[in-house]
């Protein structure tokens, strides 16, 4: 009888292991269990939402975080071919390890490849700005919430949660350049209030 994973299950096991604050050692658990559900058809079945795909991911992304970047690269590569993967889904997780060898130039071009891809999700644009935003390169950070909050406005009539969030990570990225305010600063704000939060400092 297979084993059913829910993304409580996913969860449960992050908790065991917080992403801050756990050892090496406790990442590579968490990412040799998510490897197992992702691969092992025969013991392990998924949920409605969840891709095996993107438990390679998650394991990926723990691996990174204990230090281990080509076991990393390596599972995140085989998670970008997965028959249940997302296009691009992938390409985020790429794109930081990359940033964690020190190959800045991958990165862009990993991103490059997202940039010319109108079917990328917005999902994975916001997090692309935010690995830049992460990384300190600032002008492209500012660059990919720029375009994200394009493809959100052209998506809906009215602003959405996801344009105010470009737009707010847009205005991060420019205050830490020391650039001064915009248009587009002044509409984040302008949404904010309107939306009852607090204003972007």
């Given at each position: 009888m297979t084993q059913l994973i829910t993304w409580e299950s996913i969860e449960g096991?992050?908790?065991?292991?917080?992403?801050?604050?756990?050892?090496?050692?406790?990442?590579?658990?968490v990412a040799e269990t998510v490897t197992a559900w992702a691969t092992d058809a025969a013991s392990f079945d998924v949920d409605d939402g969840i891709t095996r795909a993107h438990l390679l991911l998650v394991g990926a992304e723990h691996l990174e975080m204990?230090?281990?970047?080509?076991e990393a690269r390596r599972l995140a590569e085989t998670a970008a071919t997965h028959p249940t993967a997302e296009p691009f889904g992938a390409h985020p997780t790429l794109i930081s390890l990359a940033f964690a060898s020190g190959d800045v130039d991958r990165a862009v071009a990993l991103a490059d490849e997202v940039r010319a891809a109108p079917e990328a999700g917005?999902?994975?644009?916001?997090?692309?700005?935010?690995?830049?935003?992460?990384?300190g390169d600032l002008a492209r950070a500012e660059r990919w919430n720029t375009i994200g909050a394009r493809r959100a406005s052209a998506a809906s009539l009215s602003p959405?949660?996801?344009?105010?969030?470009?737009?707010?990570?847009?205005?991060?990225?420019?205050?830490?350049?020391?650039?001064?305010?915009?248009?587009?600063?002044?509409?984040?704000?302008?949404?904010?209030a309107e939306a009852g939060l607090d204003p972007l400092v």
């Amino acid at each position: 009888m297979t084993q059913l994973i829910t993304w409580e299950s996913i969860e449960g096991l992050e908790r065991r292991a917080p992403r801050l604050v756990a050892t090496p050692d406790q990442h590579r658990a968490v990412a040799e269990t998510v490897t197992a559900w992702a691969t092992d058809a025969a013991s392990f079945d998924v949920d409605d939402g969840i891709t095996r795909a993107h438990l390679l991911l998650v394991g990926a992304e723990h691996l990174e975080m204990a230090g281990d970047l080509d076991e990393a690269r390596r599972l995140a590569e085989t998670a970008a071919t997965h028959p249940t993967a997302e296009p691009f889904g992938a390409h985020p997780t790429l794109i930081s390890l990359a940033f964690a060898s020190g190959d800045v130039d991958r990165a862009v071009a990993l991103a490059d490849e997202v940039r010319a891809a109108p079917e990328a999700g917005l999902h994975i644009i916001l997090m692309i700005a935010e690995t830049f935003e992460l990384n300190g390169d600032l002008a492209r950070a500012e660059r990919w919430n720029t375009i994200g909050a394009r493809r959100a406005s052209a998506a809906s009539l009215s602003p959405t949660e996801q344009y105010l969030t470009f737009l707010g990570g847009r205005f991060r990225a420019r205050r830490d350049a020391g650039k001064p305010l915009d248009g587009l600063d002044d509409e984040a704000q302008e949404l904010r209030a309107e939306a009852g939060l607090d204003p972007l400092v």
